[in-house]
């Protein structure tokens, strides 16, 4: 799965990035190296305009963890972090999506875990680790979102919607295989076009769109046990941890 990860970058360089053609100023979220799920994150789609019907690529905020238009309440998006590449389609809770609702989740790396085993003076714990593209570019997370409405307010009230979406994840491989089974997919920026056009409804079209970030050119690194405890933030959860003659 893909349970945590980064996405430093600011607003307007991902406008840059992405080829956005509509943002709203007002609408900020701050750096976070360690997002985790139900935080809103940073996220690409394309959309026609209310007024115009005129297809734009929006940057927007969206919480992570998809919420189904069905769904009786919103709880249930904690549980539906990740949507697996290989039911994607087929799934109840994501093939609507995955057929008009898809989007990108701009991203600098994603965390993983080891189970380290106790030792003399030390209890066992989890050890996190950083993987990212070996050159630091950006990555564009494959990612689903859906609309759902909170129908005990008034339609017209902007409260009432909730923008959720989802990570699509496939088997491991290189550097993320040896760390933890499962890994996000992403979408190479030749592919951008055909990723976010919600006309494009063909599943195997679109499956055959994902593929691995950066081309499977990732590496691995164990960084700061501060990341376990998603209250911790900041650029400094990439260090190293301390050797044993540090600790």
Same mark, same amino acid.
């Given at each position: 799965?893909?349970?945590?990860?980064?996405?430093?970058?600011?607003?307007?360089?991902?406008?840059?990035?992405?080829?956005?053609?509509?943002?709203?100023?007002?609408?900020?979220?701050?750096?976070? %190296?360690?997002?985790?799920? =139900?935080? *809103?994150?940073?996220?690409? #789609?394309?959309?026609?305009?209310?007024? $115009?019907?005129?297809?734009?690529?929006?940057?927007?905020?969206?919480?992570?963890?998809?919420?189904?238009?069905?769904?009786?309440?919103?709880?249930?998006?904690?549980?539906?972090?990740?949507?697996?590449?290989?039911?994607?389609?087929?799934?109840?809770?994501?093939?609507?999506?995955?057929?008009?609702?898809?989007?990108?989740?701009?991203?600098?790396?994603?965390?993983?875990?080891?189970?380290?085993?106790?030792?003399?003076?030390?209890?066992?714990?989890?050890?996190?680790?950083?993987?990212?593209?070996?050159?630091?570019?950006?990555?564009?997370?494959?990612?689903?979102?859906? %609309?759902?409405?909170?129908? =005990?307010? *008034?339609?017209?009230?902007? #409260?009432?919607?909730?923008?959720?979406? $989802?990570?699509?994840?496939?088997?491991?491989?290189?550097?993320?295989?040896?760390?933890?089974?499962?890994?996000?997919?992403?979408?190479?920026?030749?592919?951008?076009?055909?990723?976010?056009?919600?006309?494009?409804?063909?599943?195997?079209?679109?499956?055959?769109?994902?593929?691995?970030?950066?081309?499977?050119?990732?590496?691995?690194?164990?960084?700061?046990?501060?990341?376990?405890?998603?209250?911790?933030?900041?650029?400094?959860?990439l260090d190293p941890p301390p050797t044993p003659a540090d600790a």
């Open positions: 799965m893909c349970g945590r990860y980064a996405s430093s970058r600011k607003p307007e360089d991902l406008v840059e990035l992405f080829e956005v053609t509509r943002w709203n100023p007002t609408e900020t979220l701050a750096p976070s %190296w360690n997002v985790a799920p =139900t935080d *809103d994150v940073w996220a690409v #789609l394309e959309r026609p305009d209310r007024e $115009t019907g005129e297809l734009g690529r929006e940057l927007r905020a969206l919480r992570w963890g998809l919420v189904p238009s069905w769904a009786k309440d919103p709880s249930v998006g904690s549980r539906m972090i990740n949507a697996r590449v290989e039911t994607v389609h087929e799934k109840p809770a994501f093939r609507r999506a995955f057929t008009k609702r898809r989007c990108l989740l701009p991203a600098d790396g994603f965390y993983e875990w080891t189970a380290e085993p106790a030792a003399e003076g030390r209890k066992a714990y989890k050890q996190p680790w950083y993987i990212a593209p070996e050159d630091s570019a950006p990555m564009a997370l494959a990612g689903l979102y859906e %609309w759902w409405r909170d129908k =005990t307010r *008034d339609e017209d009230d902007p #409260l009432a919607w909730w923008a959720t979406c $989802t990570i699509i994840t496939t088997e491991a491989t290189d550097a993320a295989g040896r760390v933890h089974p499962r890994m996000p997919l992403a979408i190479e920026r030749p592919d951008f076009e055909a990723w976010l056009d919600p006309s494009h409804q063909d599943p195997h079209e679109l499956r055959a769109l994902l593929t691995e970030p950066a081309a499977g050119h990732l590496a691995a690194r164990q960084v700061s046990l501060a990341v376990n405890n998603v209250r911790n933030n900041g650029p400094e959860l």
